[in-house]
């Protein structure tokens, strides 16, 4: 078993940025890839950015691409989601999550471990 628990989440304006941020316990974090999602009020969960166990692999939703970064610290078990240039429409729940395995994937059910989630709510 993986516990995640995700922090960072806020209010923010329109173009700022907020760093989410995922902490791991439990099985050993560093063995699998990890994954940010999504979910606004309405709506299907939406796939946000993944990331491989060694980090060297990543993969972006379209529409943060190029806002959006995600990293890790395999030695804090940690997981991390830096977002800039916010926009209104990316209002919502944000969830970490972890898979039982190394590589990137982008659907959710490929994920078997989920955080609580953290709302960010971007103001126009």
């Known amino acids: 078993q993986v516990q995640l628990v995700e922090s960072g989440g806020g209010l923010v304006q329109a173009g700022g940025s907020l760093r989410l941020s995922c902490a791991a316990s439990?099985?050993?974090?560093?063995?699998?890839?990890a994954g940010w999602f999504r979910q606004a009020a309405g709506k299907e969960r939406e796939f946000v950015a993944a990331?491989?166990?060694?980090?060297?692999?990543?993969a972006y939703g379209d529409s943060v691409k190029g806002r959006f970064t995600i990293s890790r610290d395999n030695a804090k078990n940690m997981v991390f989601l830096q977002m800039n240039s916010l926009k209104p429409e990316d209002t919502a729940v944000y969830y970490c999550?972890?898979?039982?395995?190394?590589?990137?994937?982008?659907?959710?059910?490929?994920?078997?471990?989920w955080g609580q989630g953290t709302q960010v709510t971007v103001s126009s």
């Open positions: 999550a972890t898979r039982d395995a190394s590589v990137v994937r982008t659907t959710e059910h490929e994920y078997a471990y």
């Open positions: 439990g099985r050993t974090f560093s063995i699998t890839a």
């Open positions: 990331i491989s166990r060694s980090g060297a692999s990543t």
